[in-house]
Structure formats: C-alpha cells, structure tokens
C-alpha cells in the first residue's frame, strides 16, 4: 500500500526525539522517594538471567538490554552526542523504567483496564493526537494544528499509522489506570478562594538584616559537657530510623577548555540560525536543550514573577517583546536562549511567562577519555590495595580520598544523587573488600568503595560529634542572635522612624532593603528563602506595623516593617478567573493523588536489583 510521502518525511523527523521524550517522560513519573522498595540484598543473588525483580516478577536479561540499546538507539538517533554521563543515565532509566512497566501494567490487569480495543484505540487517536502529530507541518496551517487536515489524514487509507498505533495502545492501559486512580479528585468553592488569596494577596515589607558580622562579641561553649547535654537534649533529631550505609570515592573532575566552550557556542548558534529561519523554538528546545527540567515541555518554564531570576536571565527577559526570543548569551555553566511566551498583570504584581533553551558547556571526548583511562588505572590499582593506597600511588595531590555522608536505603549519595545500582551494592556490602565500578557524569568520573553500615537506632555521640559539635554552634548563634534582636525591637517598637535612621544608633551594621511585592507563593530567594521570612511578612496587616524579631535557619536575623498589602479583589474574581483557578488546582490535584498512589505502590512492593552479576 503506498505511503504518503509528506507524512512519512514528518515522522521520520519527529518520531525518534518523540519516542525518546516519550520514554524519559514515562521515566519521569517515578516518584523519587524509593522507600524500601529496592532490595538491598546481595547482587550475587537471583536466577540466572535474571537482572531484576519487582515482587515476585523477573527483569529478564534479556528484556533490560533490548530496553537498554533501544534507548540508546533512539537518543543515537536524534542527532546528540552519547557521553559516558549520558550513557549512564541511559542505563539506569532503562531499568527503572522496565520496574515500572511491569508496577504499573499489574496494577492495569488487577483494574480491568489493560486491555485495548480497535474501537478505543481509534478514539484515543482521533480525540488526542499526540503532541509530535500536532507539531506536523503536514497538519499545520499557518502555524497551528489543524484538525481538518487530520480527520482527512485519518480517513486515508494510505497514511502509515501502524508505528503511532502501536505507540498509543501500548501508552492507554498506563493513561486508563491513572484515570482510575485520579477519580476522587475534587475542588471546593473553599479551596479556589483559598488559592486565589495566595495569588492575589501580596506585601512589600522593608527589612532590617543582622548577619554573621553582628557575632562579634559571641563565644560558643564547645566543651565536652555543653556536647553531652546538647546531645542529650536533642537526641531524637540524630535517631536513624533505618540503617544507613557510608562509602569511600574518589572524584575526578573532567575539566573543560576553550575548544568546549567554543562547541557549545557554535552549537546554540546553529539553534539561533533555526529560529531566525522560523523553526518551531517548542520543537527545538525538546530536542536540543540541556535544560532538563523544561526541556520535554518544549522549553516552557511556566510563570513567574519579574526579577526572580539569576544572573542575566532577569535583564534579558527585560528586554524582550511578548513572542520575541532573545540572541544567545552565556551565564553558569551554559548558552541560553529565552522567549518570553505572555505577560500577565503589571508594575509590582508582573509575571512573566518564559522558555528556554540551554546548551551545556561540556568537555570533549578526548578529554573524557583521558579522565576515564586514569579512572580505570586507579580502579585496577584499587582492585588489589584498596582506594586509599591506589590514590595514593598516583601521587597527585589534588585526588582525594574521600566519605559520604550516611544515606538511606536509596537516598542520594554524595556525588552520584540517585543510583540504584550503587545503593543496592551499598547495602549488600559486609566486606570493605569490593569496589564500585567507575561512574561517570557530566562534571566528573566517581569510584566508591563500600565503608560501613550504620546500624539503626541512637548513633553514639563519638561517630556523629563533628555534626552534633556544628549543629549546636548553630543553635547557640541563633539563640545569641534572638536576645540582641530582642534588646533592640524593644527599642525601635517606641520610634516612628525609618529603619535605616534607627540602625545608625548601633555599632552592628544592619543590612537595609525593601522587597519587591511578593505573594505566599512567589519564589523568594533575597533575602531569605526560608520560609519563616514569609510567615512573618504576611502576619503584618497595616502599613507601618513591625513584626517581631526572629532568625532563619541559617542564623541571619530579621526585622520587617510592612510597606504596603495588597489584598485580593474580590468583586472582580470573575467567573471565568474562578473556574480556570478550579482547572489548575483539579489538575495539580490529580497528579498529587496519583503521586501519593503510586509512592504507597512503591513502599509495598520489593524490588531487587541484580545487574553486578553481570556488569
């Protein structure tokens, strides 16, 4: 049957990045707190053949290699580069993604809805094309799907549609099971004011900021007793619930050159070139941005308030036009182009609406393989003298030994983050014997060896004095801290005077600023993320009113005095405003109840990993 070569063109182009953001999406959905779920038991166990187990269910070889190079394929295919990084991730994606494949189609078959029919699928299709036929120039007209040129395309008994009706059967079972799951989502007439006042109630606040310089005269009592009775005093906050596993590694970091950074440059020009010459920046960012985070949304980084941003970023979303894309520019670690998508509200109350696009400033191969030869040296060394003495048979100063903080059963660990594979190695470790293989990154390389297990229970204050020693410093900084903000808030409480006029008084030099306009929900960062600053800011009711004293998590004090509130409009909280607030709270809703569905799924199921049979 002949094929529609326009159409044909279009998938070529779009199905292998689509297939791959498809599968990393799919990827995404893992709640991140693993629990108990992946067994600690030794990696020497399980049949043969066998690289995995989700209860009672095998992760074939065989199924975790086709998962494996058929995600290496599919990234191959779309053109970028395959790093040692990459490639690892690639790895443990691939195994994720099989354990929960197999979760998840148990849980379909349990509900009756794993099964598909012609009918259905058909539907699905007609009813929700996916995003890659949506982008199609084929059904595009001027710039926009056209649903027209689909139902026509539908109706051609020539389109090729096999390749997109497997994709979409073998998605619905996973789509009617969260559909199952997120029924008991509702949204109150309560909760939708409630959200409208956390959007709509801001405050401007001035502050008066005591840092570290106002320590001067404070002394810590570090003496052992003070430690006892600090441990004693505080005892449960070191209680370890579960057993925790410690680890040696080395890092060796992959240095970049002026060559990378000239790459990187050339590539997000190339991109620029793209734009200039109309191409879709949605399309662009999914398949070429390193900005992870917003990248499988086509660059969308959602709303937020002006001058939230670091860097360049804020100025040169400043200097844009609603719909315009910025010229590249470098800031961190990267080349960045933005596009400001919409603008909603003005002045103080402005949000932006943006995209992005990054391209990351990486090292080339040559010098990746470099780092990699001498990791795989020290390894070898390792294998027979242990870490210690194979670092120090190198002879270089700046490797250095080093050991993670203790982690939990699938906690983040110290370099890596998440690693199932190391994590399972961790905690099926007895001997300080084995060694971990090499683990690459984008920044540097890793080898661990395993240190010891923690047993759970009260650790005693020997093995923890270091952070027991920091923790009650801090304490004790706070403590000094809140009685000066105490003597002087008594003080300026009598005075109807600007803060700055009233700091002069002191030999503390107090940091004096104003805020721009914030709501409980806007992102904060200056002066302080810690949430209590918000707490305090929105207690205060009438211009002029001070707040009390109080000291964020990291030690710096504060006095607020409000400049102005604005509260929310409730005869204009229109109804169409009230029931696109409703849309967004059901929706964000839905995938709380689903996340909280599938974390209590994770916690009851064991999940082993055998792969250090056979890597």
């Given amino acids: 049957m002949p094929k529609s070569p326009v159409l044909m063109n279009q998938l070529r182009k779009r199905m292998v990045i689509v297939m791959w953001v498809v599968a990393i999406a799919f990827v995404g959905l893992m709640v991140f707190n693993w629990g108990r779920d992946i067994s600690g038991e030794s990696a020497r166990k399980g049949k043969k053949n066998e690289v995995g187990r989700v209860n009672k269910q095998s992760i074939t070889l065989r199924e975790y290699q086709n998962a494996y190079r058929n995600a290496l394929r599919r990234y191959s295919s779309s053109g970028q580069t395959i790093t040692n990084a990459i490639e690892e991730n690639i790895r443990q994606s691939a195994f994720l993604n099989l354990v929960q494949t197999k979760l998840l189609m148990n849980k379909a078959e349990a509900y009756n809805v794993d099964e598909v029919s012609a009918l259905e699928l058909y539907q699905n299709i007609r009813r929700n094309p996916p995003e890659f036929l949506r982008n199609a120039e084929a059904f595009q007209t001027n710039g926009k799907f056209d649903y027209s040129k689909f139902q026509a395309a539908l109706r051609d008994p020539n389109q090729p549609w ?346 503390y030099r107090f940091e004096i600023d104003t805020t721009i306009y914030f709501t409980r929900d806007s992102y904060l960062n200056e002066p302080s993320a810690d949430p209590i600053f918000k707490a305090y ?21 504060y006095i607020l005095r409000l400049i102005d509130r604005k509260l929310p409009d409730w005869e204009n909280f229109t109804s169409q405003q009230k029931e696109q607030l409703r849309a967004q709270l059901y929706q964000e809703k839905r995938q709380q109840i689903y996340n909280k569905w599938f974390e209590h799924l994770l916690s009851n199921s064991t999940i082993q990993d055998f792969r250090g049979n056979y890597y």
């Fill in 162 to 507: 096999e390749q997109i009706e497997a994709m979409v059967k073998a998605d619905l079972p996973f789509q009617k099971l969260r559909q199952v799951v997120q029924l008991m989502a509702y949204v109150s007439p309560a909760e939708v004011r409630q959200a409208y006042q956390r959007k709509a109630d801001s405050v401007k606040v001035e502050y008066a900021k005591l840092g570290p310089w106002a320590l001067v005269d404070f002394t810590a009592d570090t003496s052992e007793q003070a430690l006892k009775e600090y441990y004693e005093q505080n005892k449960d906050r070191y209680k370890r619930d579960e057993k925790k596993a410690v680890l040696d590694y080395i890092q060796l970091p992959v240095p970049i050159t002026s060559r990378d950074s000239a790459l990187a440059r050339e590539t997000i020009y190339n991109i620029y070139e793209d734009l200039k010459e109309g191409e879709d920046f949605s399309y662009l960012a999914k398949a070429y941005s390193e900005d992870y985070r917003t990248a499988r949304q086509g660059g969308d980084m959602g709303f937020f308030p002006e001058n939230m941003l670091e860097g360049k970023f804020d100025s040169v979303f400043a200097s844009l036009d609603t719909s315009e894309f910025s010229e590249p520019f470098i800031e961190g670690y990267g080349w960045h182009i933005v596009k400001l998508i919409e603008t909603q509200g003005e002045k103080d109350s402005l949000l932006l609406h943006g995209a992005h696009i990054m391209v990351q400033i990486q090292a080339e191969q040559t010098t990746r393989d470099s780092v990699r030869s001498l990791a795989e040296k020290i390894w070898n060394w390792a294998d027979s003298l242990g870490l210690k003495k194979a670092v120090e048979k190198t002879g270089r100063d700046d490797i250095k030994l080093l050991t993670t903080a203790p982690f939990a059963r699938n906690g983040y660990i110290d370099g890596v983050g998440k690693h199932p594979e190391l994590n399972a190695f961790a905690f099926s470790q007895d001997t300080t014997s084995r060694l971990f293989r090499v683990i690459p990154t984008t920044e540097a390389l890793y080898i661990y060896q395993f240190k010891k297990i923690l047993p759970a229970g009260y650790p005693p204050l020997e093995e923890i004095s270091e952070k027991v020693e920091g923790d009650m410093i801090l304490d004790q900084k706070k403590e000094y801290m809140e009685k000066l903000l105490d003597s002087i808030y008594t003080q300026w409480t009598k005075k109807d005077a600007p803060f700055s006029k009233l700091a002069s008084q002191y030999r």
């Fill in 537 to 557: 800011a929105f207690k205060l009711k009438e211009k002029g009113e001070v707040s009390p004293p109080f000291v964020d998590d990291i030690g710096d004090g």
